[in-house]
């Protein structure tokens, strides 16, 4: 029997790999449920997307509480002309700093910061000179004919693939999947799993309504 402490594990790693759908431009929040086995585990809020179709800025904040973890993680990114130029993500556990990565376009490159409570590095990792979608732009726009996200957490550039209609999965640095579903270009669900727990990210019908 798989213990307390390894569930509360797994959902943590979980709950990174998956934040990390399609918003009105303005108006408030959407926010998606966060479930683990049919259980309310805490909430994802998808701010609406600030400026035009090609000049954005988007914006998500997450929290799931557990016996053993209380996590917040937030992730923001700003487009011009549909590139990339700056993204953020952080994870806080129980109150405390786990990780923050940032990623900023310099010239025909990027240069990213990896920081913790006790340091940070930076790096210029190996990334396209040009990059036109996240893991977070996914809560945006629906990724028709995308072949790659990039990941503002890992700094790396992820695969994603089509494996039903209007479903798609995407494979994480760390070997993770996640697939997001979408109906009429809006995602209403995100899957994951690993050793058998299941942890899904579900769209709150009155979110829609505000």
């Known amino acids: 029997m798989i213990s307390c402490k390894l569930i509360n ?21 959407i926010v998606y449920d966060i479930l683990l086995a049919g259980r309310d585990v805490g909430e994802l809020k998808i701010s609406p997307a600030v400026g035009g179709s090609s000049n954005e800025s988007f914006r998500v904040e997450g929290a799931i509480s557990t016996l053993f973890y209380d996590v917040v993680y937030k992730g923001e990114n700003q487009f011009e002309r549909g590139v990339l130029k700056t993204s953020m993500s952080s994870q806080e556990v129980n109150g405390k700093l786990k990780e923050r990565t940032k990623t900023y376009q310099t010239n025909d490159s990027y240069q990213v910061i990896f920081a913790d409570a006790k340091s940070s590095t930076r790096k ?8 036109n979608h996240t893991v977070t732009s996914l809560y945006y726009h629906e990724p028709i004919n995308f072949r790659q996200v990039y990941s503002e957490r890992f700094a790396r550039m992820c695969p994603i693939r089509k494996v039903a209609t209007s479903s ?19 995602c209403h669900e995100v899957e994951s ?18």
């Open 124 to 131: 210029n990792p190996p990334l396209p000179s040009l990059i």
């Open 168 to 186: 798609y999965e995407v494979v994480m640095p760390d070997g993770k999947k996640a697939t997001y579903h979408y109906t009429q270009g809006r």
């Open 193 to 210: 799993e690993i050793i058998g727990i299941g942890l899904v990210f579900k769209l709150r019908p009155d979110s829609l309504r505000r």
């Open 9 to 29: 594990k797994v959902l943590l790693s979980l709950f990174f790999c998956t934040v990390l759908f399609q918003v009105p431009a303005r108006g408030q929040a």
